[in-house]
């Protein structure tokens, strides 16, 4: 089972003091998915209320879930061969203004792996999410000093890119995001909003919902992967959509 304590964490120095969430921020941009959303989050929160191995992380205005031991160490070590051969340096979806804002390296791992295979299948069977609603998973490698700052991984649906991700799949609903390895020092995914800080625990699985239960972004999903200070970082993440992706 994963680690209740690491599921609370060390709350951020910043925020130590307060005992309560602030407000939820309802965000208002158009939210053409949000039915189809909504339907999804009913699905997954209701197959993950009975699955044992899934532990929810006691947050107020976000769906958070962890499951410990979803890898092995020997899938681990395997993956984490596949980052450093495709790594490179993290892109954003806007760049102008963003500088430094995502230092870490990045890159698509292979997909006709087979231990990446048996991984994508194991996380739809947990989920009950088609695999084919799925973008292809993407391996991060942070070394010290670099980091990804506050960001939330649903899609603006103001901004002028929005009409690509509309056609590939639509909003993203569930992230999943699972630590290959230990760090040292630092590395922590910290939700702000939520006062939340997890260190990676390797082999665990970190599931989140990026939308309220009405369908809506969710805002308080706001997190970041905070700079690693001694080790390296490894993680892979597969981001679910409202329908079909590609």
């Not at 500088?99 to 194991?122: F, M, N």
Request: with cysteine; proline share 7%.
């Amino acid at each position: 089972m994963y680690r209740k304590d690491l599921a609370h964490g060390a709350r951020p120095a910043k925020v130590c003091a307060m005992s309560s969430s602030p407000p939820p921020v309802v965000v208002t941009a158009p939210a053409p998915d949000r039915r189809a959303l909504a339907k999804l989050g009913e699905q997954v929160r209701s197959r993950l209320a009975a699955d044992p191995s899934a532990y929810r992380v006691p947050v107020e205005n976000a769906e958070i879930y962890a499951v410990g031991e979803f890898l092995d160490l020997r899938e681990c070590a395997h993956v984490i061969d596949l980052i450093d051969a495709v790594a490179r340096p993290s892109e954003l979806v806007r760049v102008e203004g963003y500088d430094k804002y995502r230092t870490s390296y990045s890159g698509d791992v292979d997909q006709a792996d087979p231990v990446v295979r048996a991984i994508e299948r194991r996380l739809s069977d947990l989920i009950g999410i088609d695999l084919s609603w799925g973008e292809t998973v993407q391996g991060q490698r942070y070394q010290p000093g670099q980091e990804f700052r506050e960001h939330c991984d649903w899609f603006d649906t103001a901004a002028p890119y929005w009409q690509d991700e509309l056609a590939r799949g639509g909003q993203r609903s569930w992230t999943a995001m699972v630590y290959l390895n230990d760090v040292e020092q630092g590395g922590t995914t910290e939700f702000p909003r939520l006062h939340t800080s997890i260190p990676p625990q390797a082999g665990a699985l970190l599931l989140w919902n990026n939308n309220r239960e009405d369908g809506r972004p969710n805002y308080d999903t706001l997190h970041a992967a905070t700079p690693v200070v001694r080790g390296v970082k490894y993680v892979i993440t597969k981001w679910f959509r409202s329908r079909p992706w590609g």
